[in-house]
């Protein structure tokens, strides 16, 4: 079974409008963490945002939140007033456990292009 | 935030010769280190956690004598194709993990690896 699971087709949204990316995860730990990057053109991965299991408050960062249900086991990012340079690929990805070779697995990705 | 640097972001070689990439932490000591893969529009894909001063730990499927991995010391680690072939082609990523950073992994900037 996927741990990670991204099934969004590409996403589109209006400049200055906000938008959900969905991510359902599978474990059976009870610690782990959970993690939104970005990756535009460029390549490079860029991390927004992290939710620990025990965290019982979604965690926000400027423009991203994560909206954090561990009963139903999503973590779907939310990004509010969008911005041309949101375009990119997103992922998002778990580690489990908290040794030092816990590893991160990822999701397929999204593809968001923000309309002008 | 912390820097993760790549050297090179981007090499062509031939069928058959060997190349290096070199992932290094710039403003931490990174016990751990992760090499991945990732093809256009896909996913990452884990191949190997590299720990420093021990042999690397390489995912199922992963040849260990065709991606070499050596972590010399606390800030660098390489990765080598050996006999690179057209379908070593692919996006190179590494990643270094503070030390107790469980909620943080740092990137590189990736490089590209075309073998002609």
């Known amino acids: 079974a996927q741990k990670i699971t991204q099934t969004q087709p590409g996403m589109f949204v209006q400049e200055k409008e906000a938008v959900t990316l969905d991510c359902t995860y599978d474990t059976s730990d009870q610690s782990y963490g959970l993690f939104w990057y970005k990756q535009p053109s460029s390549g490079e991965m860029i991390f927004l945002i992290y939710?620990?299991?025990?965290?019982?408050q979604n965690a926000t960062e400027g423009r991203y939140s994560l909206n954090f249900q561990k009963a139903r086991k999503s973590a779907n990012l939310v990004i509010s007033a969008s911005q041309l340079g949101d375009s990119a690929m997103y992922f998002c990805?778990?580690?489990?456990?908290?040794?030092?070779?816990?590893?991160?697995?990822f999701g397929k990705g999204i593809t968001l292009s923000v309309r002008p | 935030g912390a820097v993760v640097s790549q050297h090179p972001s981007w090499v062509i070689c031939k069928s058959g010769t060997s190349v290096k990439i070199e992932c290094r932490s710039l403003d931490f000591q990174a016990t751990t280190m992760f090499w991945y893969r990732q093809f256009p529009k896909q996913s990452l894909m884990l191949m190997a956690t590299?720990?420093?001063?021990?042999?690397?730990?390489?995912e199922q499927g992963v040849e260990k004598d065709k991606f070499l991995i050596n972590h010399a010391s606390l800030t660098l680690s390489t990765l080598t194709v050996t006999s690179a072939h057209p379908e070593d082609s692919s996006f190179y990523i590494c990643s270094a993990l503070p030390p107790g950073g469980f909620d943080t992994q740092y990137f590189g900037p990736g490089t590209r690896l075309t073998v002609l």
């Open positions: 990805a778990m580690r489990e456990g908290s040794g030092a070779n816990s590893k991160l697995t």
């Open positions: 939710q620990g299991s025990y965290d019982e």
């Open positions: 590299s720990n420093e001063g021990s042999k690397a730990t390489y």
